[in-house]
């Protein structure tokens, strides 16, 4: 006994619940949450107001992303990471970010490559570059921000013991 479209009735006339109807199921993969995200956006680009409104949100969560990676890439942390994950956010809206991020991973992925295919001293190198670098960038973040001068601090600390 079958029900009509609305699932009200069954074939003698008998009201059905609405939840006798079976559930649509949940994406189990990750292409299936993919195609539901692609639908989505498509809803909602497909009123002006939609459109607006979308983009104004991508806009502003992308902006607010990259700010908060550009402030922590001289921390210890991934602030680069972060950026990239605002620039793909900003990629859902925005061409030019899309082609942005594009550059980037190409970019990162080739220094990648070289920098693995160098011999081990080579990579401690670049390695104690990288670390110095950060070093100097926290020093003088530290200094410029909070006014901790870590360096006199040092040297104090030296001149005591």
Do not use: C
Not at 140 to 161: N, P, W
């Amino acid at each position: 006994m079958g029900s009509d479209p609305i699932g009200r009735q069954d074939g003698s006339g008998a009201p059905v619940a609405v939840t006798d109807r079976p559930e649509p199921e949940a994406p189990r993969t990750l292409s299936g949450l993919r195609q539901r995200i692609r639908v989505t956006l498509a809803l909602i680009r497909s009123n002006p107001t939609g459109r607006i409104a979308l983009k104004v949100g991508v806009g502003l969560l992308g902006a607010l992303i990259v700010v908060l990676g550009l402030v922590l890439i001289p921390l210890p942390g991934p602030g680069w990471l972060i950026v990239f994950g605002g620039l793909a956010v900003w990629g859902v809206e925005f061409h030019w970010a899309k082609r942005l991020l594009a550059f980037a991973r190409r970019h990162v992925q080739g220094w990648t490559r070289w920098a693995t295919r160098q011999s081990w001293p080579v990579r401690l190198g670049i390695a104690g570059v990288g670390l110095v670098f950060v070093a100097a960038v926290v020093i003088v973040s530290l200094k410029v921000g909070l006014g901790i001068d870590v360096i006199a601090s040092f040297l104090r600390y030296l001149a005591t013991t």
